[in-house]
């Protein structure tokens, strides 16, 4: 996968998985790491699916309806990526923390909802239900950062509820921040994932 591999300067501390929204690239967080956690390793990657010439990390039918085969495919194709490049890169291949925005935080869910301990942690911002009717595996010790629009258009506040509601289910210490506006990504809720992520990883 397209992809860029920043050294931490904290060779101990989690290494960040950039998973950018549709139409993005592998550099598109960068800057979002550098608010979250600025002394971490980094691995940005870009989605290998594109739609009318912008980056995904899965297909979709329409808007909000997954096309589950090619998320299922890609969810995997994206946890083998991941071991290749702790191989590649030399870091521990347990110690990844996912930050994503919308198709990014999606494929992120999608990681923790069919891959036992492939993430560490998630921050995710803007995230729908990635899939209904699968046995999520363990998520005890995995939390997870949620920050969602009371008013997006695109995910209903029961949606954004129903995923909390999932991985609390699974076992994992889920913190949710609400903000009172649409899809986009506010300073606010990344000051606040950005104090969580402190928190958890210190
Ligand atoms: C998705 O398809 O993952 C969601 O609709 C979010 C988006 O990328 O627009």
């Known amino acids: 996968m397209k992809h860029l591999f920043v050294e931490g300067k904290d060779k101990q501390a989690p290494v960040l ?79 990844v923390v ?24 998630a921050i995710l911002f803007h995230a729908m239900v990635p899939r209904r009717g699968v046995e999520i595996p363990n998520l005890n010790g995995t939390p997870v950062f949620i920050g969602a ?16 509601e999932d991985l609390r289910k699974a076992g994992s210490t889920v913190t949710e921040f609400w903000t009172s506006g649409g899809h986009e990504l506010t300073r606010e809720e990344v000051e606040k994932a950005s104090a969580w992520f402190s928190e958890q990883f210190k």
């Open 17 to 95: 998985l950039l998973l950018h929204g549709t139409g993005g690239s592998e550099r598109d967080l960068l800057p979002l790491a550098n608010m979250i956690a600025p002394n971490n390793a980094i691995l940005g990657v870009k989605g290998n699916v594109l739609e009318n010439g912008m980056p995904r990390f899965f297909r979709r039918l329409a808007e909000g309806v997954f096309d589950e085969e090619d998320l299922v495919f890609r969810t995997t194709e994206l946890n083998g990526f991941i071991e290749d490049s702790a191989k590649q890169y030399g870091f521990d291949r347990n110690n």
């Open 149 to 164: 629009g009371k008013r997006d258009p695109l995910i209903p506040e029961n949606e954004t509820k129903e995923l909390i």
């Open 98 to 121: 996912a930050i994503g925005y919308s198709n990014g935080a999606n494929i992120a869910a999608s990681l923790m909802y069919h891959h036992e301990q492939s993430l560490k942690g």
